[in-house]
């Protein structure tokens, strides 16, 4: 009897454990968990066995992000950013030159230096652009970057907590995920 109720114990911890990891912060009843997207592969490298686990991101911000973006549309970036399993290692924005607003920004999973990087070995970047309820002024991104320079003067081009907390509170107009692909340009 103690063998069947902790066999059915553990069973119970386990659906747990998955219905948590499959559902987000924010309670979007459609999020799927990072972990579906990942697959684990054996490889040989020089001579030994090593495991390496790949992660599909594009079909993991395109199902979550884009496709159920109507749960997000209308909330805060941080009602987004909450749920998001990547990390986001840098951000671009799409200044609205002749307004002196920005509009949009778009989050990205690597570095700014991988970025470039790949840009110039035509590589593929995969973006996740956010629409603002409303334009946020140029003159806001200056004392951001200012804030962002005298903070990180190291890592002035990637994602920090002044980001998070400057883009967190714009309200979600429209959600973009897309993949551009530098070899076919």
Known sequence: MKKLLTIVFCIAIAIQTQAATNSAKSGNPAYQGLSIF???H????LGRNMTVTFTDTLSYLKTNFDTNKAFYIGKPVSTLLGDLELQVRSNDVTPNIDAGTIIDFSLLFISTTES???RENNGKIVYVQITFNQPVLESDLDVLYGQVRATYP??????NPLDATFY???IIKDIQVYQVDFSQQ
Not at 42 to 45: E, G, I, L, P
Not at 154 to 159: R, V
């Open 38 to 40: 990942q697959q684990t």
């Open 154 to 159: 190291n890592n002035i081009f990637d994602w």
């Open 42 to 45: 054996t490889v040989k490298v």
């Open 168 to 170: 967190g509170s714009r």
């Open 116 to 118: 470039f990087r790949r």
